[in-house]
């Protein structure tokens, strides 16, 4: 299967399909395929391209609708009377800012064994890119209508 892969990237992008093979190389091609239940090979006919092009656009709006879902709950939440309940993201936001801070100052400052490298800076990676990036997206909001703008205009985003 893995001599297949540039073939099947070059098809991919050849369809204007940069995100799938993007996933395909960060996630696999097997996640890619149970996720859009399709086989995905170099010779792909104009109708399973199509067929692909709306199972990833299927699921870039699930998970546009998670979010929403998430700022909807987030709204009732606002009209609670329970303190607690009403200010929870901000609670949960405001520790995980300390916490991720207080790790990337430490990292940082302090000077770490060796053996340790790894796993600071697999835990440095989770923050960043998972933790911060997830209450940004959440307060500030994604680039998602960047890339919908761009896919309008049918060009590829850089």
Do not use: C
Request: hydrophobic share 45%; proline share 3%.
């Amino acid at each position: 299967m893995i001599p297949l892969l540039p073939a099947i990237l070059s098809t991919l992008l050849a369809n204007n399909l940069p995100k799938v093979a993007q996933a395909v190389l960060d996630k696999g091609l097997d996640y890619v395929q149970e996720k859009t239940g399709l086989e995905l090979k170099p010779d792909m006919s104009g109708e399973e391209i199509t067929a692909l092009r709306e199972a990833a656009q299927k699921h870039v709006e699930l998970a546009n609708q998670d979010r929403a879902d998430a700022r909807a709950m987030h709204s009732v939440a606002l009209q609670q009377d329970d303190t607690f309940s009403k200010r929870f993201v901000m609670y949960l936001t405001i520790f995980w800012s300390v916490v991720s801070s207080l790790y990337i100052a430490g990292i940082t400052f302090i000077e770490l064994p060796m053996a340790s490298t790894r796993f600071a800076d697999t835990i440095l990676g989770f923050l960043l890119g998972t933790v911060i990036s997830a209450f940004v997206q959440f307060w500030v909001g994604s680039s998602n209508g960047s890339d919908k703008k761009t896919d309008l205009m049918g060009g590829d985003r850089k």
